[in-house]
């Protein structure tokens, strides 16, 4: 059996970008919805606590606001979106590099697709970490291990999101100047 030809393979990459990143979208729509009135914010103010103390202020400040049991559900429902965006991430390194035609930028798609999942493994030990932060462990080593690698997360992946911009410009500009890819 022959490999599917490039344009089959295309055509493939672009059905799973934009589904997975409209997948992500919604996925991310709805769970804000049903979290509330608990925030986006509110749980990234968590991820980079830093310091145990500031960890146990917020988890008491949910508490007493009654965001605690949606923080807790924020923490599962992190491993669904994690499989969501590393999937429109990396498939839409592949993607958009692809659309350019480049050599050069088809191969640092192929690159950062693998580097997409570096940030998902440091989202999952970061929330292994957040977890046993909210049920109680709340250790300064669990606050540290979630802060940095929450850190590391973030640079990956808005390395990503601008590898992917900087691949759509290309093309958008090669595609105005008449070139076609």
């Not at 992190?78 to 590099?97: D, H, K, N, V, W």
């Not at 930028?105 to 030990?125: N, Y």
């Not at 992946?157 to 691949?167: E, G, N, P, S, T």
Request: with cysteine; net charge positive; glycine share 6%.
């Amino acid at each position: 059996m022959e490999p599917p030809s490039w344009p089959a393979r295309f055509s493939r990459l672009r059905q799973l970008f934009w589904l997975f990143f409209l997948l992500t979208i919604v996925y991310m729509i709805w769970v804000r919805n049903y979290l509330a009135p608990l925030s986006s914010d509110e749980i990234v103010q968590f991820e980079i606590a830093k310091t145990a103390n500031k960890a146990q202020a917020i988890i008491e400040n949910w508490k007493h606001t009654g965001k605690y049991e949606e923080s807790v559900k924020s923490t599962y429902f992190a491993y669904i979106f994690m499989f969501l965006y590393t999937m429109a991430i990396a498939i839409g390194c592949r993607f958009i590099s692809a659309c350019t035609g480049n050599d050069i930028l088809i191969k640092g798609g192929r690159g950062f697709a693998w580097l997409i999942i570096v940030a998902t493994i440091c989202d999952l030990f970061e929330h292994i970490a957040l977890s046993r932060t909210l049920s109680g462990d709340i250790s300064q080593l669990n606050v540290s291990i979630a802060y940095n690698l929450a850190r590391i997360k973030f640079s990956i992946v808005i390395v990503c999101l601008l590898f992917m911009v900087a691949c759509f410009l290309y093309w958008v500009i090669g595609r105005l100047g008449g070139e076609e890819s």
